[in-house]
């Protein structure tokens, strides 16, 4: 990292010192955050994190909140940034900050399913999923359990449908099972109908370096199946920065995006054209950035973030000043 | 084809005429064929196709069947072959020339977990993988039904593994589910332990178009959330080819490999240096030959068979010639 810390125009993943953050936030209106890896842990807040997300407030910079957990809805994680400490609006405002991808799910639908008459999607998902997309007047069928129906794949595939389903949708589904990949494979060859991913994450990281299964391993599963690929909504895709550059108003010269993930969240940054900030609490390493910058594919190259920080507590000596 | 019908040294995908064939047989000691969309489409035999077949066991060619389908034993299959007309040992001969995943799986198992006190595999799959492995002396754990038990990702990650399993092992798992998805891979982060997927067919086709989700869906889901890349047994990979080699000791210049897919059956073929014949009965067409032919792209230019038929029926004229 030697000649990157120097400095000069081609710099890139430098240490934001206070000076730096300083020189930084004065010409950042609006600041972008991942949440897991970035504010907390599963139910531990990131030491520091809390305040300095505080600090930031009082000074007067807009935050938002960008996941690919399609497991909560706008409030559900308004709730959660209160109660580990974060602020945030509550009351009617509440979840505002909160770009989710069962929100974004939601959005991406109401602007594809313009028109149809009564919008109905087939979710591999759960009950957040579900709430998002019927606040938005998606009917949902499909959500929770559908263990193996009949003998053989004949019964399989006699099983009834649903009628008018406009879109599959696939999000976090811990009932995924393979009757549920089999209708999905059937909706899918009706003539019309969306294939929706939350996301692509591979695994979905819980404490102590454990992890489960993540979405994205069924999005593949559906995808395969059905010979489609689906359109995702989650970072790295544009789609979920959309729409928070529609509901905020952004310029992303003025717009920072802090996450602990190079594929997700910094590769997001770079392709809308925001700073970039990697911080060191999640999964991605100083190692995995020279990875990157060494590499001679261009893909990978660019995904390099501007600054890095061992922690988002690293922003309080700069706010304090 | 115009080009190819005129045959010489670089000629491929000629048609198999009645000449052609005979001249073919003279040269050739086996032939290995696919069995669905070759033989059959679900119970019903391809028109002329048993014929075929008994022609070639009174010519004294010896017959091979090679299958992706691991939901079937070699029993299993044997009977299905004598059922439709095709013929075959019975009683203790029965199924030994059939190559199926199932047994071909076992095999692989027996060779790598050799020396292991009492070998263990976590199965996805269905009772005749079982009945296979563990004809081998393979133990399994797994088979059948596993619905989500307990309350969020940490309840899953918390309920018992069975000890010392020593691989996990993919197959068509019409119970396959997010819990099963889950303690695949807990086993997989365990030192040593293998994964092994039978196949990577995305599709299983069944009569009139339809189909169902293929085992390949489900490795896929495994490999993503593991991050590790799956043994596969089935075609192409030339592991089931092995199987065959040894028990047969085939000399793959006397060798045909009979199939209905470009990117199974006739890659496996042009891989180990038989000869191929394409049967239009199945899922790839003249249209995707072409189209292999004129890639630019040197793994799909050189998956071009040596010859067509529009069924194996086609063979009858040269044999009763």
Redesign the interface.
Known sequence: MAAAEAGGDDARCVRLSAERAQALLADVDTLLFDCDGVLWRGETAVPGAPEALKALRARGKRLGFITNNSSKTRQAYAEKLRRLGFGGPAGSGAGLEVFGTAYCTALYLRQRLAGAPAPKAYVLGGEALKAELEAVGVACVGVG?E??QGEG??A??DAPLEPDVRAVVVGF???????K??KA?RYLQQPGCLLVGTNMD???P?ENG?F???T???V???E??S?RQADIIGKPSRFIFDCVSQEYGINPERTVMVGDRLDTDILLGVTCGLKTILTLTGVSTLGDVKSNQESDCMSKKTVVPDFYVDSIADFLPALQG
């Open positions: 359990p263990p193996l794949p004949r399989w595939l589904d811990p009932h995924f099972s393979y009757m990949l089999t494979v591979n695994r979905l819980l454990r489960i299964a993540g994205g391993c069924l593949r599963a559906v395969m199946a010979q």
